[in-house]
């Protein structure tokens, strides 16, 4: 079976957030099942080093009446033999992923020559993956090529995918069709267009699709996921456990496992001298994330005083919300010995914070499923999350994790203080290290429901 995953990232090709990672592993997991997956992106420049090549595939598409032909490259995602190609529009991708004023017509219009590609790549289905290539599944509804769309996050109140009419037209798309979940808003969301649509969808764990029929969550789409319920599923995502392997990680001091946690002291110690604190058996909660008030850090930075007074040390990895990193580092100027606040994308770093912390803080106010959590848990570092979405679901309070519900800084607190007595019990805070690192959160579940879906479509 050929699938074709659309998508507008790829770790490591591409990567902004947790959707680059799932592009970059699912496909991977599904060829262990038979599967051949090819993933279409846009060309960005970045992409470049890795020396993509030219194809022969002539790619046309309609732009305000005239034929415009995309280029079309190829290249493997690394460490696999998946293939990728790259689709090069002569005046819309240059840098970067997001960020562009005209992001939904960049997408639009990159959404138009990927189902074209698809066709001619003679693909048994199409995967699209959030709103950028939702259009995609619109697009396909005619030529009998079944779709699956995922939603990695609903994004409610933005309109980060709203399309005017004009801009459609300028593609060729005829909109007399298309839905509008606004009222008295012109034009179109994009992502709305692909649920109404496409054949499956799709989003990354149980809890939230539950949790998007509801205006809260879904915002304005809610009501179209409750029509669309009965082909409507969560499934949890995974993440590479080859990537993510305490026993074989090179960004670690010491490399270690569930059967022998030692390495996991000698992690902690290099953490400690890196962010230039003294050794001690003070608990180290690690945070590892975008610095949103959606992630929960602006409840992290309200309880500080009182995660100090109790002599807990905080770090914290990330960019974000202005506000937030402002307040984060002055927070970090006034506990110096116990906040240390990076303001940067690390990868390398980030695993040292996984290995090295105690405990992972992430009191999301929603998350469709979140990686973070499930990284800590495989470096045994147990998490203390909110009860939503895929934390629910993959976080087992008092076995691999500390939840709490509702969310407020008081509870998170509460819930930290809780954690630290178990930590203090070391026999009790080991066993719940080593059945939080023995946790399957690998793809191949998650691979093998969406190849039933995937043979359902297709038949």
């Known amino acids: 079976m050929k699938i074709a995953f659309i998508a507008s990232e790829c770790t490591p ?54 034929k415009v032909t995309w280029s079309v490259f190829e290249t493997i995602l690394p460490e696999t033999e998946v293939k990728v190609l790259l689709l090069r529009h002569p005046d819309l991708w240059i840098d970067e992923v997001y960020g562009s004023p005209n992001d939904a017509f960049r997408f639009a219009a990159f959404s138009t020559a990927a189902a074209k590609l ?90 939230h699709a539950e949790e998007i029929k509801n205006e809260k969550f879904g915002g304005e789409l ?40 030692s390495g996991k002291t000698e992690c902690r110690k290099d953490l400690e001298a890196m962010l230039e604190w003294e050794h001690s058996d003070d608990p180290i909660l690690g945070v590892v994330t975008r610095l949103t008030s959606q992630k929960g850090v ?47 994308f690390d990868a390398a770093l980030a695993q040292k914070i996984y290995a090295g912390s105690d405990l992972f803080l992430m009191p999301s106010r929603f998350e469709p499923c979140g990686l973070g959590q ?34 407020s800084a008081k509870n998170l607190l509460a819930t930290i203080e809780r954690a630290t007595a178990v930590l203090h019990d070391h026999p009790s805070w080991q066993t719940m290290q080593r059945t939080a690192m023995k946790q399957d959160f690998s793809w191949a579940k998650s691979a093998a429901r969406y190849l039933e879906i995937y043979k359902k479509l297709a038949n």
Not at 128 to 143: E, G, Q, R
């Open 298 to 344: 602006d409840l992290v930075a309200e309880i500080l005083p009182q995660l100090v007074a109790a002599q807990m040390r905080v770090v914290i990895l990330g960019t974000g919300e202005e506000a937030i990193e402002s307040k984060l580092s002055n927070l970090a100027r006034k506990y110096s010995n116990n906040l240390k606040t990076l303001l940067r």
């Open 118 to 207: 698809a066709k001619i790549l003679k693909v048994d289905l199409v995967h699209c993956h959030d709103w950028h290539t939702a259009l995609a599944a619109v697009v396909l509804k005619d030529d009998k090529l079944p779709t699956v769309l995922t939603i990695h996050n609903v994004h409610p109140g933005t309109e980060m995918d709203h399309i005017d009419t004009a801009e459609l037209a300028e593609l060729s798309i005829d909109s007399s069709k298309f839905i509008s979940v606004k009222a008295n808003h012109p034009g179109y969301e994009l992502l709305a267009q692909g649920v109404a649509t496409a054949n499956f969808i799709t989003t990354v764990s149980p809890t």
């Open 13 to 66: 090709l591409a990567k902004v957030g947790g959707l680059g990672d799932v592009i970059g592993a699912l496909p991977k997991a599904l060829v262990k099942l038979s599967v051949e997956p090819v993933i279409i992106l846009p060309y960005y420049r970045s992409i470049e080093k890795y020396k993509p090549s030219k194809t022969d595939i002539r790619l046309e598409t309609s732009h305000d009446e005239n």
């Open 374 to 407: 499930l990284i800590a848990m495989r470096y045994g570092t147990l998490p203390v999350v909110n009860l939503t979405g895929g934390l629910a679901d993959t976080v087992i309070d008092n076995q691999t994790g500390f939840v709490f519900t509702p969310l």
């Open 222 to 261: 809610a009501g179209l996921f409750r029509q669309r319920e009965r082909d409507l599923e969560g499934i949890v995502n995974g993440i590479d456990t080859d990537v993510f392997n305490p026993a074989t990680d090179t960004n670690l001091a010491t490399n270690y496992s569930s059967e022998n946690l």
